[in-house]
């Protein structure tokens, strides 16, 4: 599953109780005005906060050439049935759309960080 998939995914799926109905929503993400480098930035910092973020260090990523940017900051690293998982804080911003959500990405066995359920 490509990183633009999961993370648009995620997002849904975190947002869907709080708006059951009105999908409209998603055209406020900052998200969807992502380009290809954009994501790509997105994922380098995800990598470097989940792999080597202390808890509670900020890894911030920007693109000037879009003017998006972002944060990923590790909150809490914790032991669940032998995974490590880490709560973060997802910040993102593109254009006039900006928001941030909260989730626990465990290490899988092949080493990928997916998202816990």
Excluded: H
């Excluded at 059951?20 to 995800?46: E, H, I």
Aim: proline content about 3%; overall charge negative.
């Amino acid at each position: 599953m490509s990183t633009k998939v999961l993370i648009a995914g995620l997002l849904l799926l975190i947002s869907l109780p709080a708006v059951a109905l009105n999908w409209r929503f998603l055209q406020y993400s900052p998200v969807t005005q992502f380009t290809d480098q954009d994501w790509d930035l997105l994922r380098q910092a995800g990598e470097k906060a989940l792999e080597r973020g202390a808890d509670g260090e900020i890894a911030r990523w920007s693109n000037p050439a879009t003017g998006a940017s972002g944060s990923i900051q590790p909150l809490d690293t914790t032991d669940r049935e032998g995974a490590t998982c880490r709560l973060t804080v997802v910040s993102n911003s593109a254009g006039d759309a900006s928001g941030s959500s909260r989730f626990t990405f465990c290490r899988q066995d092949d080493g990928a960080w997916r998202v816990a359920q």
